[in-house]
């Protein structure tokens, strides 16, 4: 029973917050960034400043925030070690692309290419969310290398490691903001797997089709 009242409220919480950053994100299309405030976003979703503080304690966060992170992770962990740093790595970040913008559900506003696609223009066109996709930049970096495990385990491995998955995310940030540019017209995993090969050769990742 104990077990239950957990997952009902951890589903309870992952609702709330995807609805608060759904609000947040639409105000912020609507009425500017900097004009938005935490109090504006509380008070459309009905409930509180600290709530909305509990769920993304910055206001950057209200538009950083995905799980990009874990689903790159997951897919890194599973491949083969076998394969070359950048193909393990650039395959992951396509087939997390393919997650998020996949149409999503129809009880999660936060998912699908339309809602990434809305918080992708906020971080361009915003300097404040630049300056942190910087930092969420750096975060992935290390989360890619903790997620190869013991093949970025000794100095040399991890500096090798590293080096790759910065490559692999400058390719993905330039697929990013030709995908944002053409307005979503065409599939971001085939963006990204192009801007990959585009780098590192053509048979570095497999195109989507």
Not at 31 to 40: K, M
Not at 82 to 107: E, F, M, N, S
Not at 120 to 131: D, G
Not at 142 to 149: K, S
């Amino acid at each position: 029973m104990a077990g239950q009242h957990s997952t009902l409220r951890a589903q309870r919480r992952a609702e709330t917050q995807r609805m608060i950053q759904a609000l947040a994100v639409r105000l912020f299309i609507e009425r500017g960034y900097d004009a938005t405030t935490v109090t504006d976003i509380a008070e459309a979703a009905g409930v509180s400043p600290m709530t909305v503080y509990r769920h993304f304690p910055t206001k950057e966060d209200l538009v950083l925030f995905d799980q990009n992170g874990p689903l790159v992770a997951e897919r890194i962990a599973a491949a083969s070690p076998a394969q070359p740093l950048v193909r393990r790595i650039g395959t992951a970040l396509v087939g997390a692309a393919a997650t998020l913008t996949g149409g999503g559900r129809p009880d999660d506003p936060t998912a699908g290419d339309r809602f990434l696609l809305a918080r992708l223009r906020l971080m361009i066109s915003t300097p404040a969310l630049r300056a942190r996709h910087l930092d969420n930049h750096y975060a992935l970096q290390q989360t890619i290398v903790d997620a190869l495990g013991n093949d970025a385990a000794e100095p040399d491995a991890a500096f090798r490691a590293r080096a790759a998955a910065g490559a692999c995310l400058a390719a993905m940030h330039t697929a990013l903001v030709r995908w944002a540019e053409d307005d979503g017209r065409t599939e971001l995993p085939g963006l990204i797997a192009q801007a990959l090969n585009a780098a590192f050769g053509t048979d570095a990742v497999e195109t989507p089709r």
